[in-house]
């Protein structure tokens, strides 16, 4: 089969489509045609050699969420049959003509949506899903503020958050991009480089925000602080704005705020199915309605990976970046 693969570290020029020997489903697995990719920040971090695949997952294949038709069930199997659509999210290996996973994390694809839009769905609307609700609590008429807003989990959040009925408040410091997240629904959009940032997001929010979700870390750690109202929460799903922050615990004892980490790719087998079946009963209908749709904004053929993985870094993208391999 074809596949994706990074032959050394380094820049997208490492990438090079090869041909690799096809896995095999286990008991309860089952094996994917993989028709469409999505890219994700994780596969450049993988690229660079700094996010190893965890253990199952191939080393040298990127690769979190894809979409296709099941071609193979292994003998213990009773949710799929060969010729189901189903997208998912898997530890790696995504982006190759085939994929083995666990049967309880594939989610079937709704009828009537293509495959290049389902593979845009598993890893960003699991991950805003996770972020919004199992950790950050978010209610009805609450509001939160969304970091890198026009990525693909920040614009699946919008729309959960917005479906959910809550208050959205999205940064991007592209003039382009936040014209199209406030069409996308967010009901504010601010540039996180304009002046009296702070001060901006406690006007727009009522005084303070009651949740943030935030996938750039240090830099970011004190304005997070600084608006979030009493009793918020503070989700934390990423670290490109760096690891390491100073921080004034006395802000937090006094707001009485709850901070808290997550990371979807290195969970352990059992909660990752926990999650995927609840986003199926609750989101997935949704999804199937159209009240839900993910953001895709390019499709390009897995030869040109290199191309679509430079554009990412340059922060070109608005939403999900999607590799066709049909």
Known sequence: MRALVVTRPGGP???????????????????????????????????????PAPPGAPADIPGLEFAGEVVLCGPDVSLWQPGDRVMGIVGGGGQAERVRIHERLCLRVPPGMRLDEAAAVPEAFLTAFDALFARGRLAAGESVLLHAAASGVGTAAIAIASAAGARVLALSRSADKRRRLEALGAHHVLDPAAPGLAESIAAASGGGVDLVV????????????????????????GTLGGRTAEADLGALM??????VGTVLRSRPLEEKIALVQEFSRTL??????????????????????????????RNESFGKIVLDLS
Not at 24 to 41: F, H, K, M, T, Y
């Open 13 to 51: 020029d490492v990438l090079e489509v090869r041909d690799v020997p096809e896995p095999s489903p286990g008991r309860d697995e089952v094996l994917v045609r993989v028709r469409a990719a999505a890219l994700n920040r994780a596969d450049l971090l993988q690229r660079e050699g700094r996010y």
């Open 214 to 237: 935030d996938f750039l870390g240090a830099s970011s750690w004190p304005l997070n602080v600084a608006v979030l109202a009493p009793l918020g929460r503070l989700v934390l799903v």
């Open 254 to 259: 006094r707001k009485r705020l709850t901070v």
């Open 284 to 313: 997935l209908p949704l999804l199937a309605t159209g009240r839900l749709r993910p953001v895709v904004d390019r499709v390009v053929p897995l030869d040109e990976a290199a191309a679509a993985h430079a554009a990412m870094e």
